[in-house]
């Protein structure tokens, strides 16, 4: 047997080495993922052209509302679908298990990915917000642009939570893409539906309350709308979603799928 | 010193015991060779070692590390290569190997990055992901990724499986390589010939628990007067006699 080492111990690697080597994956693994790019960018742009063309949607809302909604639907699909259906088939495959075994604390791992869902959300917020100007010939002032973002930032962090509660919850990755969408149809149609009215006052007040009745409310105080009971029912509900759906996502949350 | 150190060691999972009190040492410069059917408690044991799961009971010191206490520092002296894992699909295997020497605490260039795939004979292949590789490959690419921070330990959860003989061959003389370095290993295998021809030291073990440690030759000669061996052997014993009369023939899943 051989008793000497040729090689010194290797050394303990830092923090800001492993995150940034993280972030830099992450990022190229995202822009080269078609299913990002659709979720994250499509889905409100499509929306907002689609109310675009029929002039008679413009009247439906203030347009700084409308493209609030356009953003709370993209976050949606970003958070609930792409980052749990992601999550959901990484684990599936083993590479959460390849990346535990390496000197690397666990909330590095997810710390990465939630900044990369973070940074894809922002910029999607900003390109919606373009584009919505364009179609709505608006203009915004700095304030509600940043103001904008602010809330797509919390609803962000939002969906990423119940996304995160979802992948907890469930092992299998067609279960987790099973509700992810079943949930998202019940949400955006509580979204669309709900906050008009059209389904009846009961279920008005209870759409105010779901995850997008309750950052559409932000969006729209944002916009200028008068700070009321609805808001801040608002600002209560949407963080609340967040802590308690991130408590369960991270208490149950399971790296390996068996 | 051992590079690792496991003692009493008992992994449970609800009501069933998968590991039963295991204690073995690997000294430095060793391959370790870790045998039992499916379901023995190998895989289990490996993943204790790794990080990836808790012990129910007993300790485990990867140079002098507790697996438990100081999993991070613990890690940081492993290399280890599962028996299934993946990489992310939307990188690179170049993009892979900058990824995981940053985890591992290392700056890598172009040029160093480049020169480790080209030490796998990989360089070609450094545009592909990792799902487009052949089996051969990706165990190479597993092994390139394992050895990246020089590891003290290097743990091998049958890493020749459904490999062709040049490909086995291939990883062994890399394996080797790396023990000329001064690392160790511990490996599980299904393959008694294996077993024999390159481990220092092997452990059988079943039902979580250890039934026989030592020499592969040495194992051999201190069973093979045993009734369970003699009547499976056909002329001398061998390994494989010795681990299916220890073991029982009984089929595993």
């Given at each position: 047997m051989t008793e000497t080492r040729n090689h010194p111990a290797p050394a303990r690697p830092s923090v800001g080495l492993a995150f940034g080597s993280l972030l830099r994956a992450d990022f190229t693994a995202a822009l080269r993922s078609r299913q990002t790019l659709i979720l994250n960018i499509l889905v409100p742009i499509l929306y907002l052209v689609i109310l675009g063309i029929n002039?008679?949607?413009?009247?439906?809302?203030?347009p700084g509302l409308l493209i609030g909604l356009g953003i709370s639907f993209g976050l949606m699909a970003a958070g609930m679908l792409g980052y749990s259906l992601l999550v959901a088939s990484d684990r599936a495959a083993g590479v959460f298990q390849r990346l535990r075994v390496t000197p690397t604390a666990t909330w590095l791992i997810m710390g990465s990915r939630i900044t990369v869902q973070l940074a894809s959300a922002l910029l999607m917020s900003v390109v919606t917000i373009i584009i919505g100007s364009i179609v709505f010939h608006v203009g915004f002032a700095w304030t509600q642009v940043l103001g904008m973002l602010g809330v797509s930032i919390l609803g962000s962090i939002m969906f990423l939570c119940i996304g995160q509660a979802v992948v907890a919850l469930l092992k299998s990755q067609g279960a987790v893409n099973a509700v992810g969408r079943l949930l998202y149809i019940v949400l955006l149609l509580t979204g669309i539906l709900g906050s008009t009215g059209i389904l009846g006052e009961t279920l008005q007040s209870i759409a105010r309350w779901t995850p997008v009745g309750a950052l559409t409310e932000l969006y729209a105080v944002v916009f200028g709308a008068a700070w009321s009971g609805d808001a801040t029912a608002a600002i209560i509900a949407v963080p609340a979603y967040a802590i308690v759906l991130g408590f369960v996502g991270i208490r149950f949350f399971r790296w390996d799928p068996r | 010193m051992s590079v690792l150190q496991v003692d009493g060691l008992v992994v449970r999972y609800g009501g069933r015991t998968?590991?039963?009190g295991l204690s073995f040492a690997i000294d430095s410069g060793e391959i370790f060779g870790l045998l039992g059917p499916n379901g023995a408690g190998k895989t289990s044991t490996l993943s204790v070692i790794e990080g990836l799961q808790p012990p129910t009971a007993g300790t485990v010191l990867v140079d002098g590390e507790d697996v438990t206490h100081a999993p991070l520092a613990a890690k940081s002296k492993l290399g280890v290569q599962l028996q299934s894992s993946s990489f992310q699909?939307?990188?690179?295997i170049e993009q892979l190997t900058r990824l995981y020497a940053g985890l591992y605490g290392l700056r890598l260039d172009r040029d160093g990055i480049r020169d480790r795939l080209e030490r796998m004979g990989l360089d070609g292949e450094r545009?592909?992901?990792?799902?487009?590789?052949?089996g051969g490959q990706q165990q190479r690419f597993s092994l390139l990724v394992s050895t990246l921070p020089h590891p003290v330990l290097m743990l091998l959860d049958?890493?020749?499986?459904?490999?062709d003989p040049q490909s086995r061959r291939q990883l062994w003389t890399e394996i080797e390589a790396l023990r000329g370095e001064g690392g160790s290993i511990l490996l599980t295998t299904h393959s008694m010939e294996e077993a024999q021809a390159v481990c220092d030291r092997i452990a059988i073990i079943d039902h979580g628990r250890l039934l026989a440690t030592g020499t592969p030759a040495g194992i051999v000669a201190e069973y093979r007067e045993d009734p369970r061996v003699r009547r499976l052997a056909h002329g001398e014993p061998t390994l494989e006699d010795v681990f299916i009369g220890l073991t029982g023939s009984a089929i595993r899943d």
């Open positions: 002039d008679a949607k413009k009247q439906f809302a203030a | 998968a590991v039963d699909a939307e990188l690179t545009a592909q992901p990792f799902k487009k590789l052949s049958e890493p020749t499986q459904g490999l």
